[in-house]
């Protein structure tokens, strides 16, 4: 039986009390001073999850450090503590090893240093997370208006590897698509391979304001200047989603804009009778996309194209949402909706 292990970390210290409820009577700052010196540890094994091809088992190793301190300690702290969870994972069987919240971000930026030191496949499962926010933007946006081809909608960044897959993807759905980003020349190659593949003419603006303005669906595929954006400009009953690592625009536009819908990470429905054995605070049946990844690519055997090292590609997100259909995967709902 193929085995997978999926490395996670705590949001903060109070995490902690849901797997060590005694950690309740320490300050926060003995623990954070002490999880500095913690190795990685198993903290649950994933059993019964099976599809109508194959089953497979997997464990939950979670990495001590909290997000705060990911931000913050020296980047080798960081990388010892990733790379030591990858080793006790490596020693547990698996064929294949998933990363998720910052330390996702750390494996991607570092992925270098991540790579030499491992002989398995990595997954930070950027391909999937990329499929179900499109059906998840997809889905609101006939929820609100009944029709995609006739929606507006507007890519910011769309020349990162992350917002060409999604241009290439949508162009033929809809009427009104409109990219963004950084240089134009960039923008230019874009709508000219849009045209050659699908004989479609798209929109190029540098005009941010004007995109918020006028457009039902905003996708944000790479970082930008905080700056640039006014959040009242954006358009009352839009959909605002996000692809990127950084969290702060999207959480202070669904502070301060009940009216906009914003989009981050799907939930994902396991195949039934899966169990996950650890309190991730979701119902048992639910896994956010990244862990949902590293399931699929186990159940399937198939590794290659979607790890750690390699581009992402129009092929591979349609090959993981394929993949995810066939061993029994599903879109449970949105994480946020007005």
Partial sequence: MRRFAFIMHPLETEDYFRKFPLLKRVPNKIIEKTIRFAPPMKVSEITNLRSKYEAV????????LTTKQILNLPKQIILKKLNEAISLSIKLG???IGIGGELSVIAEKFQDEILKDSSIPITIGDNYKIAIIIEETLKAIEGKK????NAHIAILGATSSKGTVITRILAPKCKY???????NEDLTKLTRRIMYEHGIAIKISRDIKDILKNNDIVILATNLDKKIINLEDIKTGSVFSELVKDKDLVREIKAKRKDVLTIEEGLIKVPE????NFNFSLPKELVYAS???TMILALEGKYDEFILGNNLTLESILEINRLSRKHGFQLQQLL???
């Fill in 336 to 338: 946020d909706i007005i």
């Fill in 94 to 96: 698996v064929e294949v």
């Fill in 146 to 149: 009944g029709d995609i081809q």
């Fill in 57 to 64: 088992e997997g464990f939950i190793i979670a990495c001590p």
């Fill in 291 to 293: 862990m949902a990844e």
């Fill in 273 to 276: 009778n899966t169990e996950i």
């Fill in 177 to 183: 698509l409109t990219i963004a980003s950084e240089t």
